[in-house]
């Protein structure tokens, strides 16, 4: 039967730092690294292996993917990036201190800001040092000023659908390196989680979550590797 393992990179500088991420790319810091060995590690033991492996344009998914295929001596399976992965864009929040922008903003409105199913932060002005227009990896991407998780649903799904579904219906296991949001829209999919109790998951980091599917590609079990 088909298997996908997702896992959400490991802890990034501005994990560290408590600030809105989204799309501006950091690193992980020496904590993620080792969050990502030890994941790669695990899968290794625990007698996984992969045919195909899928991560985002961003440095930190990337690095994490990287660092746990060496650990399992796989460093070449084929992998594809895709800007469909990325994480969740924050809009005018990139950069801010979590902490500084409730006590500006106001509890409530981070909590719609941040948990909000469909109401998206508000955009990033143009020539922000945020801005990623210039950034060649993006060239001829309509890149968005500010996403909702329903926002990011709805880029990621239809690249699961077109690019991942159709290998895993063929028995190809496969492995994807993402962030916590577009990950939230893969789990919500393969687990059929209302539009109102996702925004409450959270994914931690560095933790490869299984699913085992059948042949429709509908989830038969779901677990978090370290609990097997």
């Known amino acids: ?19 809105f991420t989204g799309w501006w790319d950091v690193d992980v810091t020496e904590k993620g690294a080792a969050e990502a060995r030890a994941a790669g590690e695990l899968m290794a033991a625990k007698g996984l292996d992969f045919d195909m492996t899928f991560t985002s344009l961003q440095t930190r998914a990337i690095k994490t993917l990287n660092l746990a295929l060496e ?21 005018g929040l990139t950069g801010l201190d979590k902490a500084e922008t409730t006590a500006k903003h106001g509890d409530e409105q981070v909590h719609i ?10 955009v990033l002005e143009a020539g922000s040092a945020y801005d990623l227009s210039q950034d060649r990896r993006y060239a001829g991407i309509a890149i968005p000023a500010t996403e909702s998780l329903k926002d990011t649903i709805d880029r990621v799904l239809p690249y699961y659908e077109e690019r991942i579904a159709p290998l895993l219906r063929e028995g190809q296991r496969v492995l994807i390196s993402a962030h916590g949001n577009s ?5 919500k999919h393969l687990s059929n989680i209302p539009d109102d109790q996702i925004t409450g998951l959270e994914i931690p980091t560095g933790q490869p979550i299984v699913y085992e599917l059948d042949e429709s590609l509908n989830a038969t079990d779901r677990y978090y590797l370290s609990e097997r």
């Open 71 to 91: 650990a399992m001596g796989r460093l070449w399976l084929p992998t594809e990036k895709d800007w469909r992965l990325n994480e969740r864009h924050y809009g």
């Open 113 to 122: 800001w941040r948990r909000s199913f469909d109401i998206p932060p508000p």
């Open 183 to 187: 990950l939230r829209a893969l789990v």
């Open 1 to 19: 039967m088909p298997r996908l393992v997702l896992i959400r990179h490991g802890q990034s500088s501005w994990n560290l730092e408590n600030r």
